[in-house]
């Protein structure tokens, strides 16, 4: 493969931002270039550093103005709900029987598993978006076409066969010995294929008789390098259902932690509404309290508790849940979550913003040594963000002098128009 030198304004995190004015968590330049030779990032800093570390033949691609990033990461998405965005329900519960379980019994057809494998991956990328862990269906064809499409397109990738076996339509409802056989299969048949990575899927403690929960247990103990997904506290009728299913539990979080599921490698959807020994137990497992600002408004289930997570040391990412979540991009996504945070009185940094959307997000997959970042040794998924996307964005830019002023203009009137050019694995897929 030939090397590519891309040339443009960079912006790499090194830590998580602790105010606006945390200069010494990222690494900025202004006229900063990577190289990438065989999918990886093997040079970066200043253009007239890399450039003179560039092989003859390089490729040179200017994108400035451009900033150069790391490809959005979106660790919370659903592959079968694309025609499940914006649906019109009252609440939760209420959307997923009146709509998303009855579009994802369609995943049962092979067919149509294919065809939306290529849509979904196909969508992702336009928005930037170069890494996802996704929830497929309860059916193992899902997961099949979600990987096979991920590896034909060498992309890294998170996903799992959806666990659930009661609470939901018979056509979309597996047993606990089924879901445990079904997800070994996934895994053996497509973890470390390519870059795809396998990860243990119970959809919600509602869906997932105690029977279930147990076999979840154990996939967990049995491949203890795979990440965990599942939702937790999104809904007030939620909770009051799960805790009436599982009353011996002491909350919501305890019914998780009292199958083994509650580790350093869960991914915990939502978790807005936690009592704060809740938190002290997400916090000492090392859990992932996972974000999804348009899909909270959207489903109105409530507004995520950032300041106190932190100051219970909870880990976080933040995530779209489409088809829950209203749209398919990180900035738009970065926004909601900025206006939830006004909302509480909390006032968040863009700089934190876009490290959650890239490093942080790196970080919570337990990734970060590969993607999230524009360090040398890393995998060359790259972004060209444009903060003159579109011609109100062209004015607001003329008034804007720094870049804290421009990543937070993205972020408030950018969508996936601002994602000029997106690259995986060193090559572009959208130019
Ligand atoms: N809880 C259980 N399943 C789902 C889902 O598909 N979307 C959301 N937002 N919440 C859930
Ligand atoms: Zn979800």
Redesign the pocket.
């Known amino acids: 493969m030939t090397a590519r030198l891309l040339r443009g304004r960079t912006l790499s995190f090194k830590a998580r931002p602790q105010a606006r004015d945390d200069h010494a968590s990222y690494v900025y330049e202004a006229d900063g270039a990577l190289l990438v030779e065989n999918g990886l990032i093997t040079a970066s800093g200043s253009y007239a550093e890399v450039a003179s570390k560039a092989p003859a033949a390089t490729e040179i691609i200017d994108h400035r103005p451009c900033l150069l990033m790391a490809g959005f990461i979106d660790p919370h998405i ?1 592959f079968p ?1 694309m025609q499940v965005t914006a649906s019109y329900a009252a609440n ?1 519960l209420e ?2 029987n009146t709509y ?1 379980f009855v579009e994802e019994q369609r995943f049962a057809d092979p067919a149509h598993c294919a065809r939306f494998a290529t849509l979904f991956f196909d969508e992702l990328l336009r928005h930037g978006t170069t890494t996802a862990a996704a ?1 497929c269906s309860v059916h193992k064809g899902s997961t099949d076409a979600y990987f096979a499409e991920a590896q034909r397109r060498n992309l890294l990738m998170v996903g799992g066969k959806v666990m659930m076996d009661r609470n939901a339509p018979e056509a979309l409802t597996d047993t606990a010995q089924s879901s445990y056989d079904d997800s070994k299969a996934v895994i053996a048949d497509w973890h470390g294929k390519g870059r795809n990575h396998v990860a243990i899927t119970p ?2 403690a ?2 997932s008789t105690p029977a279930q929960l147990e076999a979840a247990g154990a996939l967990a103990r049995e491949h203890p390098d795979l990440l965990i997904q599942t ?1 937790l506290s ?1 809904n007030d009728a ?1 909770i009051a259902y799960t805790l009436e299913l599982y009353p011996e539990a002491k909350d919501y979080t305890d019914v998780y932690a009292g199958y083994g599921l509650l580790t350093d490698k869960m991914l915990l ?2 978790a807005i509404h936690l009592s704060d020994r809740e938190m002290d137990a997400i916090a000492d497992a090392g859990s992932v309290a996972v974000h ?1 600002p348009t ?1 909270n408004l959207f ?1 109105g ?1 409530g507004l995520f508790d950032l300041k106190r997570l932190k100051q219970h040391g909870v880990r976080t990412a933040i995530a779209t ?1 489409i ?3 209203s749209s398919y991009s990180l900035l738009r996504t970065l926004d909601e979550a900025y206006k939830i945070q006004q909302l509480r009185g909390h006032r968040l940094p863009p700089i934190e913003n876009y490290w959650q959307a890239t490093r942080g997000n790196a970080e919570a997959l337990g990734l970060v040594e590969r993607i999230g970042t524009l360090e040398p040794g890393t995998d060359a998924d790259i972004i060209a963000l444009d903060a003159r996307a579109t011609p109100a964005m062209q004015i607001r830019m003329e008034t804007v002098q720094t870049l804290e002023e421009e990543l937070f203009l993205m972020q408030t009137m950018g969508d996936d128009r601002s994602v000029r050019a997106v690259y995986v694995a060193g090559d572009a897929v959208k130019r």
């Open positions: 659903h709900q939760l959307w997923l998303t929830y959809r919600f509602i869906t939702h999104e939620e959807g939502h999804c899909s489903l289930s849940d088809g829950g979540g």
